[in-house]
């Protein structure tokens, strides 16, 4: 094979390699961002689950808490 010509297809891999990871500063910076941005991501997805498992037993859905009866 020529290494010329393995050189030139390119691909996927080789293409993140040179948009993300070739510089330190933007692969720590896509790091952070991915980061951070999974972490959102997840904290979102489990409230929904804890959401969805627990309806009618939160604060929320109960409406006789927190009213006060009215004197008459």
Known sequence: MDSKA???G??????IYRVI????S???TFVIAGAFVGE??????V???W????????YEDIPV???RQSEE
Do not use: W
């Open 47 to 49: 409230h929904k689950l």
């Open 6 to 8: 393995l050189r030139s």
């Open 21 to 24: 990871m070739r510089r330190t």
């Open 40 to 45: 959102r991501v997840v904290d979102y997805g």
């Open 26 to 28: 933007v692969y720590a």
């Open 51 to 58: 959401e969805y498992n627990n309806i009618g037993k939160r």
């Open 65 to 67: 808490l927190g009213q």
């Open 10 to 15: 390119g691909g996927l891999l080789e293409g």
